[in-house]
């Protein structure tokens, strides 16, 4: 088969899964997570998450367990002196999703979202704090008639986010 009828199958496919596999290293999302300043002890500790589509298609992500929606769940590890910090905000159980819980990612745009890890993680003494993204997104498509999907249809996607560190600044009295 040649490429651009291997194309033009993988566009017309349902089950986006397979087309949206990237060569190599290329991903279709882009993850990156930074500080918003001030970052202070006892809060606010600010973070940007934003995903980036690569593609030359839009693409449509489940918000689900990111910052995209809020805190709903863990996504992000942080670690304190070498010891892991406790998620202390909401966990939530779901059935299958709703076509507003998925968010459209326009071609090679991005969406973003600022959550205060200062809500939901004990950031009481100032210093380096370390924040990694875990696990990744529950469903990603890129054929809108596709979503929602039930959960037994889903294709999740690994985020591969490079880390960062937090120099939290002391509260000033």
Do not use: H
């Amino acid at each position: 088969m040649n490429r651009l009828a291997a194309v033009a199958l993988c566009l017309l496919a349902l089950d986006s899964a397979p087309c949206m596999k990237p060569a190599a290293d290329a991903r279709p999302l882009e993850c990156r997570i930074e500080a918003v300043e001030p970052l202070v002890a006892g809060g606010p500790a600010r973070i940007r998450f934003q995903l980036t589509n690569r593609t030359a298609a839009p693409l449509w992500v489940l918000r689900w367990n990111t910052p995209l929606e809020g805190w709903r769940g863990t996504i992000f590890s942080v670690s304190f002196r070498g010891t892991e910090l406790p998620y202390q905000g909401p966990m939530v159980k779901r059935g299958d999703p709703g076509r507003e819980e998925y968010l459209e990612i326009p071609a090679r745009e991005s969406v973003s979202a600022t959550v205060d890890l200062a809500e939901v993680y004990e950031l009481a003494a100032s210093g380096e704090y370390g924040v990694k993204v875990e696990g990744g997104l529950q469903d990603v498509a890129n054929d809108a008639a596709a979503v929602p999907r039930p959960r037994d249809r889903q294709q999740p996607m690994e985020l591969r986010c490079a880390g960062v560190a937090l120099d939290v600044k002391p509260k000033v009295p």
